[in-house]
């Protein structure tokens, strides 16, 4: 029987401008801020949406903008 190596998934804080704050199991910082945009935001009123992702471990926090008309998801500057 082989084993699937795979990576563990981490506890991310993510809230964005105007939504609430949720807590997404992801691999990465990116995947986390991907999933909560999936998951919880629903036509945003904005061009723009701003999104921070926090790694609940170790308190490492990124920031990522949204292009709610392409769908692009960047870093911010």
């Not at 809230?15 to 945009?37: D, F």
Request: overall charge negative; charged content about 25%; glycine content about 6%.
């Amino acid at each position: 029987m082989a084993q699937a190596a795979s990576e563990p998934l981490n506890r991310y804080r993510v809230m964005a401008t105007g939504h609430p704050t949720r807590i997404v199991e992801e691999r990465t910082l990116e995947a986390a801020a991907v999933s909560y945009i999936e998951d919880f935001v629903t036509s945003p009123p904005v061009p723009e949406l701003k999104l921070w992702v926090t790694d609940i471990e170790d308190g490492n926090q990124h920031c990522f903008l949204l292009d709610t008309d392409s769908g692009d998801l960047k870093s911010c500057g």
